[in-house]
């Protein structure tokens, strides 16, 4: 209840945060945007590369099934759509997401981008993670979002729905696991932050 950490190794030292990145691309969706709010694919994010859930230009679709995609998938197109959706752009977003993370007291976070993808000077730490994450499960979509293990949103090629797993595969195999993000490149190695 208090945030005190119990026990930690290198909890201060600053490394590229992977998908886990996308903590705080949902804590500012859910403070800037309503879920049934409509939002436009931009060319840039349909050529966001991979992992995504296949977005083409000008299509559109609801917040709440983006934020999903994000969460649940790790979409990394999805990503970039809420920021641009938020900011105008996601050079701007970043400026919201480094300022938000700084008045939560994540201050060793350094955000490039909406969805984790390798830059320089893209950082954050264990501790801070913890930090965001604290925040972020204040609100219960996040809490239920990262908690599924898979669900079904609707997607403009997928008429009937898209189904979409959860990239956590602890919610499966770890009983009493509920979230909240994992995150993988070649410079992050592999990431989680679990609750």
């Known amino acids: 209840d208090s945030g005190q950490v119990l026990y930690g190794r290198s909890i201060y030292q600053p490394m590229p945060p992977a998908s886990t990145t996308k903590i705080m691309t949902a804590i500012l969706t859910l403070d800037y ?7 436009i694919v931009s060319q840039r994010a349909a050529h966001t590369p991979p992992s995504g859930i296949g977005l083409k230009a000008w299509q559109k679709m609801r917040v709440e099934d983006l934020l999903k995609a994000v969460l649940v998938t790790s979409a990394n197109d999805a990503s970039v759509v809420l920021a641009e959706r938020i900011a105008g752009s996601e050079e701007l977003f970043t400026y919201l997401m480094n300022k938000k993370a700084l008045i939560i007291g994540a201050r060793s976070t350094s955000f490039k981008n909406a969805s984790g993808l390798p830059a320089r000077d893209h950082l954050s730490t264990c501790y801070d993670l913890a930090v965001m994450s604290r925040f972020a499960l204040r609100n219960p979509v996040f809490a239920e979002t990262v908690a599924l293990t898979k669900t ?18 602890l919610l499966l195999m770890y009983p009493g696991c509920k979230g909240i993000k994992t995150g993988t490149t070649n410079a992050a190695g592999k990431c989680l932050v679990g609750y």
């Open 152 to 169: 079904t949103i609707q997607h403009p090629d997928y008429p009937p729905g898209k189904t979409i797993s959860n990239t956590n595969r």
């Open 33 to 39: 945007l309503d879920l049934d709010e409509e939002a």
